[in-house]
């Protein structure tokens, strides 16, 4: 569930600044978005799971975090099998599978794992607040990286308390939604959270006005650019056009 | 002459939309460098009452003074500093060193000032170790001691510390003793740890309902076991002198 | 309930990042510092809330609560809901990064509408709350489906390839359309009932607090 678990590894990808990192990868994913064709394809999906080997997140890491996109590939597969149109490979009464489906079922899985293995070596690599403070060098609104930022705690403190809650009223051999009365005891520990989530809210508030907050997040900046970043970037975005120059071609 | 109190409470009232008299008609003063604790039951009103000195709420009635200004609701004073009830309310940051720079780098401070005051507060709690760690991921004592080392990176005059000791293990209840009896700024306790406030605090207000009950030096105000029983106090045992074990500890 | 990455085209894909900085900038000019505890506490709770899975029948389906959201966050709900949509990418792969604009528009939209439709119903059944809470859950549950029927118009423009799975999918959302509205319907009761200032608080008004 935490992206920047591994973030302290130390590899070529981890070593690398934010920024530049945020600069290069940033484009790969549209390119991977982008490509249609076979060879473009398949330079994408080098390229990307290139990138996961060399940052040496452990390969267990990552696989848990491409389930989610696996698992949509897996159901997508046959519905698109049947729905595409197209050259017919069987034919039964009304109901045929096509072949263009699973040409089209290919293409979706390649550019979704490309996509997902490039924005866990983005933000996999790095302490979430390094990720966010390069955003910020981008003057991203302050406004928004401070939703960012405060969200983020926020939804931990929510999960553990859904999660307590969860457990609590599944020992007391109960599930959530079952029937009308299911339905109004759901809607009540909702609205006990919600009311508790605001008051709660007005708290924080309070707590960052007690330390001055007036609307900007202010951090310390640690970047240094060095050659090396620098030279990552330029190969990258050259890569990037390369995918774009065979897709076209 | 006033100049001698840092704070100063007159007749102070204060209701809840949903609840009336929370306090009523409070005062106190109290000087510089003098640390106060505040007892009661629960409900009685303590945290309100810090909520309202340090400007969160605003009262009905009354007015509060500190260090010669009137404290306004809403208005940030780097002077006056909460450790809040709850922990979960203060570290709001992703790692504990944001959150313990959140206030100084607030305050326009040069970059270094603010990484030796991070860096001193953290370590005088003992959470040195913890700096790049989430708050979700700390312990409920850590929490704690995180959310008091946000408050001593501020460096303010005055500061409201709110049951500092729950959740705290002796050997870390005995550091925050220890900090606290250092500690030359003016400071209010509020606790149900007694035995803590003896060891930290001069003087004390007791508080029961929304009024003030009673306030004195704190050993004397303590050992009277009937005014503590009937505000659902107990007397400390340190303080009888019948208890075996504390006499022997002395 | 997102589309996914890989499903769209570019084009798509640009448009609906351009559409979402629009919707952004709107609601980033009406909101105030002071709004941002509130909208990213209450965003952590929608988005933590969401993930839960109900149990209907034999399948499980989770809610969205874009109806709500946008009744109770106003127009600033965009900035919640696009962060929602982030971290639901980042921490649990719902979603996606590149179609990151496109979903934001997807359900921002229709809070927006939500909010814009059930301001004037507040005005005029002030004393009503049963009525409030009724219009509500219809709202959300109409929200939902303009959620749906706007998936289905992205995923026809992007291609043809998609567009059978499409209909599938959005067929799916009747049943969640209901749940919605009638869990929003009940939500709103009870906070007519015992919070009502949560629904429009836009400022940060007198703070509260307690131990
Ligand atoms: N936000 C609020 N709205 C309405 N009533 C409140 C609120 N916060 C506190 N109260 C009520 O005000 C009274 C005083 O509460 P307060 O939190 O100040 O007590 P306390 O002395 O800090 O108690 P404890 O020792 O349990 O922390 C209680 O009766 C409480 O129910
Ligand atoms: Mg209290």
Excluded at chain 1, 121 to 149: D, Y
Excluded at chain 1, 162 to 171: D, E, Q
Excluded at chain 2, 175 to 199: A, G, P, Y
Excluded at chain 3, 27 to 51: C, N, Q, T, Y
Aim: glycine residues 8%; positive net charge.
């Amino acid at each position: 569930m935490e992206l920047d678990q591994y973030a302290r590894l130390r590899s070529p990808i981890h070593t690398w600044d934010a920024r530049w990192k945020l600069i290069a990868i940033v484009p790969l994913i549209f390119v991977c978005a982008a490509v249609k064709h076979a060879p473009g394809l398949l330079c994408a999906a080098l390229v990307s799971s290139t990138m996961v080997i060399i940052s040496g997140l452990p390969i267990r890491h990552v696989l848990k975090i491409l389930k989610g996109p696996f698992y949509f590939i897996i159901i997508m597969t046959p519905v698109l099998m049947l729905t595409s149109g197209g050259e017919r490979l069987i034919s039964w009464k009304v109901v045929s599978v096509y072949r263009s489906g699973l040409y089209i079922a290919a293409r979706l899985a390649i550019k979704a794992l490309s996509i997902m293995l490039l924005f866990i070596c983005l933000f996999g690599t790095a302490r979430f607040q390094e990720s966010m403070k390069a955003m910020e060098f981008f003057k991203l609104p302050p406004i928004l990286l401070s939703l960012l930022f405060f969200t983020y705690r926020y939804i931990f403190l929510y999960l553990e308390e859904f999660g307590k809650l969860l457990t609590a009223a599944r020992l007391r051999g109960y599930t959530l939604l079952r029937g009308l009365k299911g339905l109004k005891s759901t809607v009540s520990i909702l609205v006990t959270l919600l009311i508790r989530s605001y008051e709660q809210s007005e708290r924080v508030y309070a707590a960052m006005r007690l330390r001055g907050y007036t609307g900007a997040f202010p951090t310390l900046c640690h970047f240094k650019t060095q050659a090396s970043d620098v030279l990552k970037t330029s190969l990258l975005l050259s890569l990037s056009v390369l995918i774009v120059y065979m897709d076209v071609l | 002459m006033k100049e001698n109190f840092i704070l100063t409470l007159e007749n102070l009232s204060f209701s809840y939309p949903d609840k009336s008299d929370v306090l009523k008609e409070v005062c106190f003063r109290i000087s510089s460098s003098e640390h106060v604790g505040l007892v009661g039951p629960n409900g009685s009103g303590k945290t309100t009452l810090f909520l309202l000195l340090c400007g969160i709420l605003t009262p009905q009635s009354g007015r509060i003074t500190a260090m010669g200004k009137r404290v306004a609701a809403g208005r940030f004073n780097p002077n006056i500093a909460y450790l809040f009830q709850s922990p979960e309310d203060q570290l709001f940051s992703t790692t504990l060193f944001d959150d313990v720079t959140f206030g100084p780098l607030n305050m326009a401070l040069p970059q270094e000032e603010v990484e030796l005051r991070a860096a001193r507060s953290l370590e005088q709690v003992g959470c040195s170790s913890l700096s790049e760690r989430a708050p979700h991921h700390l312990s409920g004592g850590e929490k704690r001691l995180a959310a008091f080392a946000t408050v001593l990176s501020m460096m303010p005059d005055i500061i409201l510390l709110d049951e500092p000791t729950s959740n705290l293990d002796s050997l870390n209840r005995r550091n925050v003793i220890n900090i606290i009896r250092q500690m030359k700024q003016t400071l209010m306790i509020c606790s149900h740890d007694l035995e803590f406030l003896l060891e930290t605090c001069q003087r004390v207000i007791l508080i029961d309902r929304g009024r003030i009950i009673r306030e004195g030096p704190i050993v004397e105000l303590l050992s009277d076991e009937r005014l503590m029983k009937s505000h659902n106090l107990e007397k400390p045992h340190s303080l009888t002198p019948h208890n075996r074990l504390s006499h022997d500890h002395r | 309930m997102h589309i996914s990455d890989g499903v769209l085209d570019i084009k798509i894909i640009a448009g609906g990042f351009t559409a979402a900085a629009g919707l952004t900038a709107l609601a980033l000019k009406k909101v105030k510092s002071d709004d941002i505890p509130r909208l990213a506490v209450m965003g952590a709770f929608f988005f933590v809330s969401s993930l839960i899975h109900f149990k209907v029948g034999i399948t499980s389906i989770h809610l969205t609560f874009i109806g709500l959201m946008g009744i109770i966050l106003g127009i600033p709900s965009i900035l919640a809901i696009l962060t929602g949509l982030f971290f639901q990418a980042v921490m649990f792969q719902h979603g996606g990064i590149s179609t990151l604009g496109v979903n934001t528009v997807i359900f921002g939209l229709p809070a927006l509408l939500v909010y814009g439709a059930f301001l004037p119903l507040a005005k005029r059944w002030k004393g009503r709350p049963f009525c409030l809470s009724l219009a509500g859950g219809i709202l959300a549950g109409l929200t939902i489906l303009t959620a749906a029927g706007l998936i289905l118009v992205i995923i026809r423009f992007s291609g043809d390839e998609f567009t059978g799975i499409a209909f599938v999918f959005s067929a799916a959302h009747g049943i969640l359309a209901l749940v919605e509205g009638v869990i929003t319907f009940f939500i709103l009761r009870r906070l007519l009932k015992i919070k009502p200032e949560m629904l429009y608080a836009y400022k940060a008004g007198t703070l509260e607090s307690s131990g």
